[in-house]
C-alpha cells in the first residue's frame, strides 16, 4: 500500500494533480477541499493516500488530511457509494460538517449534493451513524488500525469493500494481527 506522498506538486487540474516523488510522477485523485489547501505548482506536498486496484486500473487518491481519507474509505465501504461518488461528497461538506450531518439525520443536507438522492442519503445516515464518530478519531501512526489495513489489503486484491467487510465480520475476534485477519478471511472467502 502507498500511505502517502511527499514530493513536488507538478500540476493541478481538478480532479486530478501530479507529483513527483523522486523522479517518478504519481497521478492522483483529489476532492476539492484538498485542491482548496495545496501550495502553489513547484512546492512540496504531502498527501495522505488510497490505493484502489480495480480490473482496469489501479487509481491513487489523495487527500490533504488523514480524516478526509478515513471519511473517504468509511464512504466507499457504504453500499452504493464509489470512489466518485465519495469525492464529491468530501469536496461538498468537511469531514466535521458531514459527521453533523450524518450525527443528526440531516437527510436534506446529504441531498444538497451532487449524485446524493433521498435513498442514498438515507442509507449513507443509517449505516455511518454508529460507526462514523470512531472513524474520524485518527489511530496514530504508531498504533494503526489492524481491521482497516486488512480491509484494504482485501480490497486491493480484488474484493469490493463492502464484500471485504463482510468477509472480516465473519473472522470477528479471532485474530487482531492484520496478516492473519487476511489469512483468515481469505480461507472464509475460500469456504463461502
Excluded at 512540496?44 to 487509481?59: F, S
Excluded at 481491521?147 to 480484488?158: I, M, Q, S, Y
Amino acid at each position: 500500500m502507498i500511505g502517502f506522498l511527499r514530493g513536488t506538486l507538478v500540476a493541478r487540474q481538478p480532479p486530478r494533480l501530479l507529483v513527483e516523488v523522486g523522479g517518478v510522477g504519481y497521478e492522483v485523485d483529489a476532492p476539492m477541499s484538498t485542491f482548496y489547501r495545496l501550495p502553489e505548482t513547484g512546492r512540496e506536498v504531502t498527501l495522505y493516500t488510497h490505493l484502489m486496484v480495480r480490473e482496469d486500473a489501479h487509481v491513487l487518491f489523495g487527500f490533504a488530511t488523514e480524516a478526509e481519507r478515513t471519511l473517504f474509505r468509511s464512504l466507499i465501504r457504504v453500499s452504493g457509494v464509489g470512489a466518485r461518488l465519495a469525492l464529491a461528497i468530501l469536496s461538498g461538506l468537511s469531514t466535521e460538517d458531514f459527521k453533523r450531518c450524518v450525527q443528526h439525520g440531516d437527510a436534506a443536507s446529504l441531498q444538497r449534493l451532487p449524485g446524493i438522492g433521498k435513498k442514498t442519503a438515507e442509507r449513507l445516515i443509517v449505516e455511518l451513524r454508529d460507526r462514523l464518530p470512531e472513524a474520524l478519531h485518527m489511530p496514530s501512526a504508531r498504533r494503526p488500525d489492524p481491521v482497516n489495513e486488512a480491509h484494504d489489503a482485501l480490497v486491493a486484491l480484488g474484493y469490493k469493500p463492502h464484500e471485504a467487510q463482510h468477509l472480516l465480520e465473519r473472522v470477528g475476534a479471532q485474530a487482531t494481527a492484520v496478516e492473519d485477519l487476511i489469512r483468515l478471511a481469505l480461507k472464509a472467502a475460500g469456504s463461502s
